[in-house]
């Protein structure tokens, strides 16, 4: 992963080389540095579990991490409903975010309903894409991995 493409915050995976990590589990990360230099590996980050609270703080080489793509199953587990063609949907407030699945990419709409209109309508492909989509629109929404 690039390390510009990371805040804390994001959930990601692993290749299973940092200790005590797994391929395929969720991680948060808690903190970034990217003076670290080492063997062309730029920046570490320090990352939690997000299933088993005991491991505490591991650190990683960024390019350790890798991005969790989106899908039904993570969105579902954000509290979006879906239509069974390929759209998912939550109500948070006046807002309905929508997600859409256009051959390989998702697209990401906000419909604010008190305006009337759509406030966007980005590609994401991954998890911490929309994480920091929601953030920026300062939205707040719960994900149960």
């Known amino acids: 992963m690039d390390i510009r493409e990371l805040r804390c915050g994001d959930i990601v995976t692993t290749n299973g080389k940092p200790m005590g990590t797994k391929k395929g589990d969720y991680y948060q990360v808690v903190e970034i540095d990217n003076k670290n230099k080492l063997h062309d590996l730029i920046g570490s980050v320090a990352i939690e579990s997000v299933s088993n609270k005991y491991l505490?703080?591991?650190?990683?080489?960024?390019?350790?991490?890798?991005?969790?793509?989106?899908?039904?199953?993570?969105?579902?587990?954000?509290?979006?409903?879906?239509?069974?063609?390929?759209?998912?949907?939550?109500?948070?407030?006046?807002?309905?975010?929508?997600?859409?699945?256009?051959?390989?990419?998702?697209?990401?709409?906000?419909?604010?309903?008190s305006m009337g209109n759509d406030l966007l309508n980005k590609p994401i492909r991954y998890l911490h894409q929309l994480q920091h989509e929601l953030y920026d629109a300062r939205i707040e929404l719960k994900i149960e991995l």
């Open 56 to 113: 505490g703080c591991v650190g990683a080489w960024v390019d350790c991490l890798e991005p969790i793509p989106i899908a039904g199953e993570i969105l579902k587990k954000m509290g979006f409903n879906s239509d069974n063609i390929g759209e998912y949907t939550n109500k948070i407030g006046n807002t309905l975010l929508s997600i859409v699945k256009l051959s390989s990419c998702y697209y990401l709409m906000f419909k604010d309903y």
